[in-house]
């Protein structure tokens, strides 16, 4: 039975996500007041220009341009428009009007996250994300909520849709990343200018809101080491896939110690690494995005699922939607969201991984046994090695070989070494002779 007045809600930004709430809000308005106990009344989308072109037919009668009277108006405020300002102001605006916000504005969560919840607490309202972080999947609620009894020990996410989509054609396809980014930009994945994407911007906003949530600590995108994946080339794919692995663009969350400094903290952090292909994350394929939880109680979870597109998106928003409405109705402060651990985060240097390094070097004898002392001088342990002869003659003399005596290729993957070891060993062996070229350092991941 609805007992409780209709909510009155208002959308401010009406692009591919915008429209489909208000489709959805408005084609479902029965179903989500039986769920809710409240009807929720679509009052008005605020846009920029009322007669641009929308992906889906809105009524004209809802758009305006007056924002802020229309959040003044509101119950519950749903932000689409993206970007720092307005949107920022006018989420501040809805709070302090008494509204609870919905918003997938990830850059302004990354950016502003912390200055925005203490607004919410301080007037009892609540902000809610669920679709700022890998689109339709389920994420946020499960580490604010599901998760708050446990202990998160480290995430690994694929939370970029554009770069797992040219990455896995590369490695289905033995594409190129020139082209495999072509065909990403044809098909709409990745956008006219794609730096947010392959750079790993996007995926560092995620990580840093992912963090936060996680191990209750304000974590700055700024604090969050970022490597994109424009240097991945078709030969590390072909070559990782022969070894077992896949190359993917992981954001990481870790709680770890400093294994020389014994200082306790967060990592997060963006770059491609390699992964094993029995790993379950190794099966994301497409434009897919698919987040892994490694939690102390409850061990390993995996959230799957599309992590980007309208109506996938408007699933998570009107998700939000319905919990906000709820809370609106039974009354109360909603859900806590603390930064009480309060954790120091920690730099790259501070991590501990796997690490795979290929090499061009001379072949000559010897050469294998001193790139393997410098490994054991500067504590770093050997896992496999794999080698194999590159090109001999006059090609070697211009490769660099001095005696033409030919080249190799070493392939050597490490155990866990700390990334301060690592980076000492390779300088050590990019200063040999003998090492025609470093090609490559990649990291190996979900151990
Ligand atoms: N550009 C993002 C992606 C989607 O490629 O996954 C929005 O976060």
């Given at each position: ?159 970029n849709?554009t770069t ?26 990745a956008e006219?200018?794609p730096t947010a994407d392959i750079?790993?911007?996007d ?245």
């Amino acid at each position: 039975m609805i007992a409780y007045r209709n909510l009155r809600v208002a959308l401010l930004g009406a692009g591919s996500v915008g429209a489909q709430v208000a489709t959805l809000l408005t084609e479902h308005h029965d179903e989500l007041a039986s769920r809710v106990g409240a009807g929720l009344d679509l009052v008005g989308i605020a846009v920029r220009d009322v007669d641009a072109p929308r992906s889906a037919p809105l009524d004209p009668a809802l758009l305006t341009t007056d924002a802020m009277s229309l959040i003044e108006s509101a119950d519950i405020v749903i932000e689409l428009m993206g970007g720092i300002e307005p949107a920022r102001s006018y989420i501040l605006h809805a709070l302090n009007s008494g509204a609870d916000v919905v918003t997938g504005n990830k850059a302004l969560l990354a950016a502003h996250g912390p200055e925005l919840q203490a607004a919410a607490e301080q007037v009892g309202a609540q902000v809610y994300y669920e679709a700022a972080v890998a689109g339709a999947i389920p994420i946020i609620r499960p580490l604010r909520e599901s998760l708050a009894g446990d202990r998160v020990k480290r995430i690994l996410g694929i939370v970029n849709g554009t770069t797992n989509f040219i990455l896995d054609k590369m490695d289905v396809e033995g594409d190129t990343f020139e082209n495999a980014l072509a065909v990403a930009t044809e098909l709409g994945y990745a956008e006219a200018d794609p730096t947010a994407d392959i750079e790993g911007y996007d995926a560092a906003q995620k990580a840093a809101i992912l963090a936060r949530l996680a191990f209750h600590t304000d974590v700055p995108v700024e604090a969050v080491h970022r490597e994109g994946i424009t240097t991945i080339t078709a030969a590390q794919v072909s070559q990782a896939q022969k070894a077992g692995y896949v190359v993917k663009l992981l954001a990481i969350c870790e709680r770890l110690t400093d294994p020389e400094t014994g200082v306790e903290g967060v990592s997060a952090r963006v770059y491609p690494a390699l992964i094993s292909r029995q790993h379950p994350l190794a099966a994301v394929h497409g434009g897919k995005n698919a987040v892994f939880v490694e939690a102390e109680a409850a061990g390993d979870l995996m959230f799957y699922g599309a992590g980007a597109g309208g109506i996938e998106t408007a699933s998570a928003v009107l998700g939000d939607v319905v919990s906000a409405a709820r809370r609106h109705v039974a009354g109360g402060p909603g859900v806590a969201e603390t930064t009480h651990a309060n954790l120091t985060i920690l730099p790259i240097d501070s991590v501990s991984t796997r690490y795979q390094i290929t090499l061009e070097v001379s072949d000559a004898p010897g050469v294998l046994a001193r790139i393997a002392s410098l490994f054991s001088e500067h504590g770093v342990s050997v896992e496999a090695v794999q080698q194999s002869v590159a090109s001999v003659g006059p090609d070697a003399v211009a490769a660099g070989t001095p005696d033409g005596s030919g080249t190799a290729t070493l392939v050597i993957v490490t155990h866990i070494a700390s990334e301060r070891a690592l980076s000492r060993t390779v300088a050590a062996i990019a200063d040999q002779k003998v090492v025609v070229r470093v090609e490559s350092v990649l990291r190996v991941e979900g151990a």
